[in-house]
């Protein structure tokens, strides 16, 4: 079992930075892909990137430049760092946890807006 709590969402203006984080509890964080995801307001949700449990990450195209995920398995925790933020990333980012066995935890989420 892991749970999950994200920290850091907030009000920001357009062009200004947020790091988000995500605060693992349970054991083995480390045998965790952990993804960052994001609903915008009608929208689908969509993955922001993945922290694989090797290190690497992965980002979508669209998300490519402005997002930057990292982790430290020793405080279990895993960060979206964003900048340069503009009015359409303004939704609720949510952390997951998911292992090679496929099990599958999420966070409550964390409240980003921009405004312009």
């Known amino acids: 079992q892991v749970q999950l709590v994200e920290s850091g969402g907030g009000l920001v203006q357009a062009g200004g930075s947020l790091k988000l984080s995500c605060v693992a509890s349970?054991?083995?964080?480390?045998?965790?892909?952990m993804n960052w995801f994001r609903q915008g307001p009608g929208k689908e949700r969509e993955l922001v990137g993945t922290?694989?449990?090797?290190?690497?990450?992965y980002y979508p195209s669209s998300m490519k430049g402005r997002f930057t995920i990292s982790r430290d398995n020793a405080k279990k925790t895993v960060y979206l760092q964003m900048d340069n933020l503009k009015p359409e990333d303004t939704a609720v980012y949510s952390c997951?946890?998911?292992?090679?066995?496929?099990?599958?935890?999420w966070g409550q989420g964390t409240q980003v807006t921009v405004s312009s």
């Open positions: 349970g054991r083995s964080f480390e045998d965790y892909h």
């Open positions: 997951n946890a998911l292992s090679d066995s496929l099990k599958n935890y």
């Open positions: 922290s694989w449990k090797n290190g690497l990450t």
